[in-house]
């Protein structure tokens, strides 16, 4: 029996499970905070909506450029120095935007809070790899899935609830204390489970691979209002992609191994999450411009309209890892998916006279699809892979959902506006309030219609997806 596999034995799941779930709370729930807050930091900092955009389109930027990367840094730290790392560098961040004297140190903040972030998911997907056996995974797997979509979906409620009765810093004053709490929790349970190889370095690839996500990321997240800029930095980004994929394939040590896609349910299961990605980030820009813009409601009603359904998604998450461990991922993905795409047609019937609670058990349902689908093709794609792919293989995954969030949002918003204008084009009055609304319903059910055809498309991949047999070494240490 090898030392890894000694260690596997010894350790604590229970506790480094819990340590690496509460980080990953307190980061992912800062991504959906400030959301709510941005108009509130125009007026404050006396900025306009372009400059003040940029404390979103920053940390998906500095998150996008880390992702790929952070299969070498797990080569370089150990688990300890990664995780507890990430969340001090987290935690300066957090400290930073919650004094900030002027919207430039806020920025500085949010970008160092991102550097933090971005670390965080890949440690903790790492580590339940390493540290379950395959036949267990899925109930882990879970409990990520309960963090992945509780805390977006607590995020703007509980922004609105603050805004209303504090100031915009008691955003970061309240995350202090839950950082803080996870750095100390984690210095006394966490422990090393992955083992140290420092890779060599390749300088070239980590600039192609910032150049080449780093401009899609942001190229994407600007649309049409980045003009040229956003049209120059896709074309560099594009084109630094395909240079970073030629050298990973023609180097000894990758920094991204995509060695990876030999594993047919891994590139099976990776199709599948980014169709997936695409249409979730397609409902998650959408729905809440329809309950503003046609419903009118506030931020925060918009808010308490989508939390029931994230809080069902978190709650049904681990349920759904057990059920993965028992049944496999299609009695999971195929029903979860044809959930989702009635769900997506029945988006595309919206009209402006809709009801809130319509839109709730809609939204719900949704999430409910969801549950079923995203970590049970995750862990049926990662336990296809042997245990020294596991970094590869999950930075591959993240960045491309990351990819794909960011292209689907740029995409479906243009599908919307194009649908919007081509109704208000045929209009007799486009500019009565009421035809403005029905174009902007009209666009969005254009958008709607778009990503069921990508549902569609996902459902009859899931048919093929079946089981995956752990690798020997797998077997012989789990």
């Not at 019937?349 to 995203?374: F, K, N, Q």
Request: aromatic share 10%.
């Amino acid at each position: 029996m090898t030392t890894l596999a000694k260690t596997k034995q010894e350790i604590k799941r229970g506790p480094i499970t819990v340590a690496l779930i509460i980080g990953a709370f307190v980061a992912i729930l800062n991504e959906t905070l400030l959301n709510i807050a941005l108009s509130d930091l125009i007026g404050y900092f006396h900025v306009t909506a372009t400059t003040v955009q940029w404390l979103t389109t920053a940390y998906l930027l500095v998150i996008g450029v880390l992702m790929p990367v952070t299969a070498l840094l797990t080569g370089w730290f150990t688990t300890r120095q990664m995780f507890l790392g990430a969340m001090t560098i987290f935690l300066i961040g957090t400290v930073i935007c919650g004094f900030a004297p002027t919207f430039s140190f806020l920025l500085v903040g949010r970008v160092i809070q991102a550097a933090g972030s971005g670390l965080i998911l890949p440690v903790m997907m790492n580590t339940i790899l390493f540290i379950y056996p395959p036949d267990k995974r899925g109930g882990a797997m879970g409990l990520i899935g309960l963090v992945i979509m509780f805390a977006p979906a607590l995020g703007p409620t509980l922004s609105g609830l603050i805004i209303a009765s504090l100031s915009w810093r008691w955003l970061f004053y309240l995350v202090l204390p839950l950082a803080v709490f996870s750095i100390l929790f984690a210095a006394r349970y966490l422990t090393d489970v992955s083992q140290v190889t420092k890779p060599k370095v390749d300088v070239v690839s980590v600039i192609l691979s910032t150049l080449g996500f780093g401009g899609l990321v942001y190229g994407m997240g600007s649309g049409a209002e980045g003009g040229w800029l956003s049209i120059v930095l896709l074309v560099v980004g594009v084109a630094s992609l395909i240079l970073f994929v030629w050298r990973q394939l023609a180097i000894t040590n990758p920094i991204l191994d995509f060695r990876a896609f030999k594993y047919p349910m891994y590139t099976l299961a990776t199709i599948i999450l980014i169709l997936v990605m695409v249409t979730l980030f397609a409902t998650m820009i959408l729905l809440p411009l329809y309950l503003q813009q046609a419903l009118l409601l506030s931020s925060f009603s918009a808010g308490l309209v989508l939390l029931p359904g994230g809080l069902i998604n978190g709650m049904l998450s681990p349920v759904m890892g057990k059920l993965f461990d028992k049944f496999g991922p299609r009695w999971l993905v195929t029903p979860g998916l044809l959930i989702m795409c009635i769900v997506i047609w029945l988006f595309s019937r919206l009209t402006v006279s809709e009801s809130m609670l319509y839109v709730i058990i809609l939204y719900a349902a949704l999430l409910i699809g969801m549950s079923m689908v995203m970590m049970p093709v995750t862990t049926t794609g990662m336990n296809q892979l042997p245990k020294q792919m596991y970094p590869h293989g999950t930075a591959i995954m993240n960045t491309l959902q990351q990819v794909a969030g960011g292209i689907g949002t740029a995409l479906f918003i243009g599908i919307m506006v194009s649908g919007q204008q081509a109704y208000l084009s045929r209009s007799a009055n486009p500019e009565a309030p009421a035809q403005m609304l029905q174009g902007l319903v009209a666009g969005m059910s254009r958008a709607f219609f778009i990503a069921l055809v990508v549902g569609v498309i996902s459902l009859l991949l899931s048919l093929f997806l079946k089981r995956t047999v752990a690798p020997k070494e797998d077997h012989a240490e789990g």
